[in-house]
T-cell receptor, first 114, second 111 residues
Framework: DAGVIQSPRHEVTEMGQEVTLRCKPI?????LFWYRQTMMRGLELLIY????????DSGMPEDRFSAKMPNASFSTLKIQPSEPRDSAVYFC????????????FGEGSWLTVV | RKEVEQDPGPFNVPEGATVAFNCTYS??????FFWYRQDCRKEPKLLMS???SGNEDGRFTAQLNRASQYISLLIRDSKLSDSATYLC????????????FGSGTRLLVRP
């Protein structure tokens, strides 16, 4: 079975540009998570969706960040405008929305903003 | 206080050694506990869930102490391939679906 699929795997962009990260969760999973990982702050939950509905976006750093999940098999995380401090690895993860269920991560999108 | 705290390490041990990591969590109402493993430049992957009675998976043993709010991971007969960062994971204060990751403990196993 395919795991969580993310694209792009690597992106280098200039400050001020719009960045869109994409995620396809595991088929049948109804919870989707976006995490950001940096050396300084570790893994931080940005937002999670349950049944395509955003449940908690309290981790989204600021208005420059937005996330959507138009259907059960696709989500995007957008940064506009991007800044150098947004450089990080962005992981998408999915799970069945039951307490204690394992979440499965994609391979991550490595973002560098110069 | 962080919701999940771990010693960052690194723990540098020889092959065959036994090594243990601890993790403390702040939410006494947490119900779900996991250990994830993350290799360098890779995504985190589930190593094992942690059950109230403790559980074992081969060379790995996980324990939960609710009274003291800590979780432990014991690795016996460590292998070179065990070198990685081990992340303690607990469900968050405001939602059972929201998993909070510790910053990880780095393990280096040397020949």
């Amino acid at each position: 079975d395919a795991g969580v699929i993310q694209s792009p795997r690597h992106e280098v962009t200039e400050m001020g540009q719009e960045v869109t990260l994409r995620c396809k969760p595991i088929s049948g999973h109804n919870s989707l998570f976006w995490y950001r990982q940096t050396m300084m702050r570790g893994l931080e939950l940005l937002i999670y969706f349950n049944n395509n509905v955003p449940i908690d976006d309290s981790g989204m750093p600021e208005d420059r960040f937005s996330a959507k999940m138009p259907n059960a098999s696709f989500s995007t995380l957008k940064i506009q405008p991007s800044e150098p401090r947004d450089s990080a690895v962005y992981f998408c993860a999915s799970s069945l929305s039951q307490t204690g269920n394992t979440i499965y991560f994609g391979e991550g999108s490595w973002l560098t903003v110069v | 206080r962080k919701e999940v705290e771990q010693d960052p390490g690194p723990f540098n041990v020889p092959e065959g050694a036994t090594v243990a990591f601890n993790c403390t969590y702040s939410n006494s109402a947490s119900q779900s506990f996991f250990w994830y493993r993350q290799d360098c430049r890779k995504e985190p992957k589930l190593l094992m869930s942690v059950y109230s009675s403790g559980n074992e998976d081969g060379r790995f043993t996980a324990q939960l102490n609710r009274a003291s709010q800590y979780i432990s991971l014991l690795i016996r007969d460590s292998k070179l391939s065990d070198s990685a960062t081990y992340l303690c994971v607990v469900n968050g204060m405001d939602s059972s679906y929201k998993l909070i990751f510790g910053s990880g403990t780095r393990l280096l196993v040397r020949p």
